[in-house]
């Protein structure tokens, strides 16, 4: 039948084998098409059991592929091995994430970043620290956040889990943002988190 030959390992040529890329039907005798999403290198399948599935995430243009390079990943991923017989996923590069449900690399959102290939879910990006963000999504990279105006990552916490405001200010934890001390109170140090850590001024002055 059509896309078969005679089965060159077979002396007595008894059989006809198929094409790479498709596999015999046993009940019509004809040459049929591995799906989307399979591919088949070698030629005498006779089952579509024997058309490899793409590593999970992946698939092919069309129906029929014969080779694994064409299984491709969506875009903003890589297969996690180039090797046929030890890639089993698509991952998304760094600063995106996985949707299983979609099979699509989403960004990890404003005030997240993600520094390594293959994360699967928005928990895989990290926060910025309290009250620091970044400016666009997809970042990838803790140095890609930064604190609001006026503040600095907390110079006496070694994780920089916070931001600090700077003296004269204090943070507004409803806004993210520092405020200055009002007219009348004064603050010396970093850190302020409330208009209480602005001290009174003495009596009579300001």
């Given at each position: 039948?059509s896309?078969?030959?005679?089965?060159r390992?077979?002396?007595?040529a008894?059989?006809?084998?198929?094409?790479?890329?498709?596999f015999?039907?046993?009940?019509?005798?004809?040459?049929?098409?591995?799906?989307i999403?399979r591919?088949?290198?070698?030629?005498?399948?006779?089952?579509?059991?024997?058309?490899a599935?793409?590593?999970?995430?992946?698939?092919?243009?069309?129906?029929?592929?014969?080779?694994?390079?064409?299984?491709?990943?969506?875009p903003l991923?890589?297969?996690n091995?180039?090797?046929?017989?030890?890639?089993?996923?698509?991952?998304c590069v760094?600063?995106?994430?996985?949707?299983?449900?979609?099979?699509?690399?989403?960004?990890?959102?404003?005030?997240?970043?993600?520094?390594n290939q293959?994360?699967?879910?928005?928990?895989?990006?990290?926060?910025?620290?309290?009250?620091?963000t970044?400016?666009?999504?997809?970042?990838?990279?803790f140095s890609?956040?930064?604190?609001p105006?006026?503040s600095r990552?907390?110079?006496?916490?070694?994780?920089?889990?916070?931001?600090?405001?700077?003296?004269?200010?204090f943070?507004?934890?409803?806004?993210?943002?520092c405020?200055e001390?009002?007219?009348?109170r004064?603050?010396?140090?970093?850190g302020?988190?409330s208009?209480?850590?602005c001290?009174l001024?003495?009596?009579?002055?300001?």
């Amino acid at each position: 039948p059509s896309r078969s030959r005679f089965d060159r390992n077979d002396t007595l040529a008894s059989t006809c084998e198929c094409e790479p890329g498709t596999f015999m039907d046993v009940y019509n005798g004809e040459c049929v098409e591995c799906p989307i999403g399979r591919y088949l290198a070698n030629w005498g399948a006779t089952s579509i059991n024997e058309c490899a599935q793409c590593p999970t995430h992946s698939t092919t243009m069309s129906s029929a592929s014969d080779a694994f390079s064409e299984c491709a990943c969506p875009p903003l991923s890589v297969l996690n091995s180039e090797d046929a017989s030890l890639a089993t996923t698509c991952e998304c590069v760094a600063g995106y994430f996985m949707v299983a449900s979609e099979g699509q690399c989403a960004s990890c959102p404003i005030g997240r970043y993600g520094e390594n290939q293959g994360a699967t879910t928005v928990n895989d990006c990290p926060s910025c620290p309290t009250y620091a963000t970044t400016n666009t999504t997809n970042s990838s990279a803790f140095s890609e956040c930064f604190c609001p105006s006026r503040s600095r990552f907390d110079r006496n916490d070694t994780l920089a889990s916070t931001c600090e405001c700077e003296p004269g200010t204090f943070m507004d934890v409803y806004n993210g943002e520092c405020a200055e001390c009002p007219t009348g109170r004064y603050r010396m140090e970093w850190g302020g988190t409330s208009l209480n850590d602005c001290m009174l001024c003495p009596i009579l002055a300001t």
